[in-house]
């Protein structure tokens, strides 16, 4: 029932965890905005979202937008706004990982990089969007990852990022009390999308192939229910699986400890 009308923007619906928040909201009786770089996907996206809702109407928005630029994703808001007349749901869920040490970084600009598509796309699309979400009492949703609590090796451009995230999300939801919009985050460790592939290596470039072993992990359209679950009692943070929760508690106590388990966790995929 809480997402029936409601008009939710998506994030990185071309593909992934996007793709199946984008399928579920619809199925649900949202009417969707589908944003990422590449139309054809989105276009794919928007017919399965159709079906699964079994509308034929204009409840489907497809607005190609690379998050990285400020200006395309206020023109993303705009967009929504003017096809739906206001936004309930923004799902800030496009992102790009890294893949490899730091000291072996040859291209430092995959650091900037990192920063706008994990962290200031959020920023400015959530800025943008937050008046109409205070006129809607709505929500706002963040995929950041377990890399947005803890260290992981391999992945500091991408972990300072999603930390940088969190702690956006989290400062922002203590402004917006009294608001009536809240703030949900989940963060994942492991979602099997083949997202690694896409990770730039220390050289800037996509690595083109897994970096890693595919083994256990959530399925996106799991983390995608789990978020939507979640944000839908309007939770402020999802942490998936019994041995990340762990983790987290683990840290204030033993922090090297989560050292040794996440540096085992990435050598045991390699
Ligand atoms: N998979 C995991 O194990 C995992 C774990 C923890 C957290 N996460 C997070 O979950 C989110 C989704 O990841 P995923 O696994 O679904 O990745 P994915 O399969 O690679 O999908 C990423 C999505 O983001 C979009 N995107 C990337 N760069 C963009 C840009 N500059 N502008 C607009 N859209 C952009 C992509 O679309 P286009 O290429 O069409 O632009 C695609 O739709 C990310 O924030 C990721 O960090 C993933």
Request: glycine content about 12%; overall charge positive.
């Amino acid at each position: 029932m809480t997402w029936a009308g409601q008009a939710a923007i998506v994030t990185g619906a071309s593909g992934g965890i996007g793709e199946e928040i984008a399928v579920q909201l619809a199925t649900a009786g949202a009417r969707v905005t589908l944003a990422a770089r590449r139309p054809d996907e989105l276009e794919r996206v928007a017919t399965r979202c159709r079906s699964a809702s079994g509308r034929t109407d204009d409840a489907i928005l497809v607005v190609p937008c690379d998050v990285t630029d400020r200006t395309q994703c206020e023109s993303l808001v705009a967009s929504a706004v003017a096809a739906f007349g206001g936004i309930d749901v923004l799902v800030n869920n496009a992102g790009q990982g890294m893949w490899g040490r730091a000291d072996e970084v040859s291209d430092l600009s995959i650091y900037e990089a990192m920063l706008r598509v994990n962290y200031l796309s959020a920023v400015w699309l959530t800025l943008a969007a937050l008046p109409h979400l205070k006129t809607s009492r709505g929500r706002v949703l963040a995929v950041g990852s377990l890399s947005g609590k803890i260290g992981v090796p391999l992945r500091s451009g991408y972990a300072a990022a999603k930390h940088a995230l969190t702690g956006f999300m989290d400062s922002l939801r203590i402004e917006l009390d009294g608001t009536g919009v809240s703030v949900t985050m989940i963060h994942p460790g492991f979602v099997t999308t083949g997202s690694q592939a896409r990770n730039l290596g220390t050289d800037g470039r996509a690595l083109g192939a897994m970096p890693l072993k595919v083994s256990g992990g959530q399925t996106p359209d799991e983390c995608a229910a789990m978020l939507l679950a979640g944000a839908a009692l309007r939770k402020r943070d999802i942490v998936p699986g019994f041995r990340a929760r762990l983790g987290l508690w683990l840290k204030l106590l033993a922090p090297t400890v989560v050292d040794n388990m996440a540096s085992k966790a990435i050598r045991g995929r390699q």
